[in-house]
């Protein structure tokens, strides 16, 4: 069966100091990856989306950045955080086509 | 532009008796449709979906309704039963250029179901 990891769960970090959020998935070959923000009395925004290794699409210019260095790793950066960057940030995976996108546990972070 | 939207932040329901979520949506090009369930500090896990050629899906207790000339779609829960209690997003989907899936999300509603 398919599995999805974030790490870390929680992260609390200062304005100003760099982000690396990972994403990986066990149990399928080339899925198709994405990254949503669910900042505090919003939806979930799509951030980045990636259907195979090197290829990211962006959804909204922001401060962050997004790579996929492997085929079942997906990596949400930035260099220098912002207050505005806090939120719940979910990892997703489709095996392609149109299906249904399965969530992993998120990450929490929290910009002071 | 918010193109999928769910007007109601929150919603309380007794239990044994039937829960609807709402969601509206503007973009006719959306071919798919689908509820998301989401506990805090959890992802949210898939319910159940609709295809843009249907007008109703069931399954269990869930069954999700489309009016496509009215662009509304609704999540009826029956019944409802205290571990409904969460936050259900509304997504409606979109091909992206390179054939994949983009979902885009409304902005949640909050069950409560009152035992």
């Known amino acids: ?112 | 532009d918010q193109q999928v939207k769910q007007n109601s932040p929150s919603l309380s329901v007794q239990e044994g008796r039937i829960s609807i979520l709402n969601c509206d949506y503007t973009n006719s090009m959306f071919d798919y449709f689908l509820w998301y369930k989401k506990y805090p500090a959890e992802g949210p896990t898939f319910l159940i979906s609709i295809s843009s050629i249907k007008d109703k899906n069931e399954d269990g207790r869930f069954t999700v309704f489309l009016n496509k000339s009215a662009k509304h779609l609704s999540l009826h829960i029956v019944p409802s039963q205290p571990g409904d209690s969460a936050v259900y997003f509304c997504a409606a989907s979109l091909i992206s250029n390179f054939g994949n899936e983009k979902l885009t999300f409304g902005t949640g509603t909050r069950l409560t179901i009152i035992p």
């Open chain 1, 1 to 112: 069966s398919q599995t999805i990891h974030q790490w870390p769960a929680t992260l609390v970090q200062p304005v100003g100091s760099p982000l690396s959020l990972e994403c990986t998935v066990e149990g399928t070959s080339n899925p198709n990856l994405y990254w949503y923000r669910q900042a505090a009395g919003r939806g979930l925004q799509l951030l980045f989306y990636s259907v195979g290794i090197g290829q990211i699409s962006s959804e909204v210019p922001q401060n962050l950045s997004a790579s996929r260095p492997q085929d079942r790793q997906f990596i949400l950066s930035s260099k220098k955080l912002l207050l505005s960057d806090s939120g719940f940030y979910l990892c997703a995976w489709t095996s392609g086509g149109v299906e249904t996108q399965y969530f992993g546990p998120g990450t929490r972070l929290l910009v002071l």
